[in-house]
């Protein structure tokens, strides 16, 4: 009974884990969209959104990437 309890008490954690971050995704391309800095084509806006997702998300800590290249090669 108690690994049952832990386990819904884990999905529960990381049910507003996912909450919270959906909510933070949101916010951040709203901001982006009416402050009008970057344009993000559905490409672009779908990456930036997983990335944000897996981090926010995570459970651990995030590991920079430097990317040489562009996202169309």
Do not use: H, W
């Not at 951040?28 to 490409?43: P, S």
Request: hydrophobic share 50%; net charge negative; proline share 1%.
């Amino acid at each position: 009974m108690l690994q049952r309890q832990q386990a819904g008490a884990v999905v529960a954690a990381r049910r507003l884990i996912v909450d919270g971050a959906v909510s933070m995704v949101e916010d951040a391309l709203a901001r982006i969209t009416e402050q009008d800095f970057v344009a993000l084509d559905e490409e672009r806006k779908a990456a930036m959104v997983s990335n944000l997702l897996v981090v926010l998300c995570g459970d651990r800590a995030a590991q920079p990437v430097l990317n040489t290249g562009t996202l169309y090669q």
